[in-house]
Each structure stands twice: as structure tokens, then as C-alpha cells.
């Protein structure tokens, strides 16, 4: 299985980005996905997530309310909508496939696949 995260780019603050990520192979649909993200200096942290059916989700308190995560698994691919950018949202994002089908607070050690990374910059 691999991830490919794209969307990436230079936004002001205020402003919208839409991240995505595309999967490969069959068992898409049978586990939840989450994105992360690694701020320079920073620890890579949890930011949203959501269950292999793409009825639940969960965010971190930081995005709460504005970034959205959705999936298609028809098109085996889950987005990130991140809107009213903050500075502090810069970071690089990372899409995660979880080890189990549900959504929660995910730690590094629930991800079993890693996508490469896509950069968000936002200016104030």
C-alpha cells in the first residue's frame, strides 16, 4: 500500500487549502485514515481522523471547526479541508493509513502506512 498526499502550498492566513491523499490496494475501505502534521522543531502531531466507513470522525482541539476530513473509498482517497488558516497551521501534513477501523486521537504507533508528506505554508 502506498499514500500520496498533494494540495499542498502557500496560503495567507484566513485563507482555504484542500489537502488529498490517494491510496493504493484493496483494503482501503477496511481501516480508518487520519492526518498528521510536523511543524519545523515540532513533533509530528495528530491533527483529524476518520473510521473506514467515513461515518466518524475526530479532530484534534487545534483544527477543531475548521478543517474537515473526508473520504471517498470508492476513488480509495481522503481529504482534508483546512479553512480560516492560521500561521501556526504551517507544517508539513502527513496522510496515515490506522492500524484498526475506527477514529479516534491516533498516536504514531496506530499508523501502520505513511504518506510523504505534502507542505502547508500560511503568512500572516
Known amino acids: 500500500v502506498q499514500l500520496q498526499a498533494s494540495g499542498g502550498g502557500l496560503v495567507q492566513a484566513g485563507g482555504s487549502l484542500r489537502l488529498s491523499c490517494a491510496a493504493s490496494?484493496?483494503?482501503?475501505?477496511?481501516?480508518?485514515m487520519g492526518w498528521f502534521r510536523q511543524a519545523p522543531g515540532k513533533d509530528r502531531e495528530f491533527v483529524a481522523a476518520?473510521?473506514?466507513?467515513?461515518?466518524?470522525?475526530y479532530y484534534s482541539a487545534s483544527v477543531k471547526g475548521r478543517f474537515t476530513i473526508s473520504r471517498d473509498n470508492a476513488k480509495n482517497s481522503v481529504s482534508l479541508q483546512m479553512n480560516s488558516l492560521k500561521p501556526e497551521d504551517t507544517a508539513v501534513y502527513y496522510c496515515?493509513?490506522?492500524?484498526?477501523?475506527?477514529?479516534?486521537?491516533?498516536?504514531?504507533?496506530?499508523?501502520?502506512?505513511w504518506g510523504q508528506g505534502t507542505l502547508v505554508t500560511v503568512s500572516s
Open positions: 490496494g484493496r483494503t482501503f475501505s477496511s481501516h480508518a
Open positions: 496515515a493509513r490506522c492500524k484498526y477501523s475506527d477514529a479516534f486521537a491516533y498516536t504514531q504507533s496506530d499508523i501502520d502506512v
Open positions: 476518520i473510521n473506514y466507513n467515513g461515518v466518524s470522525t
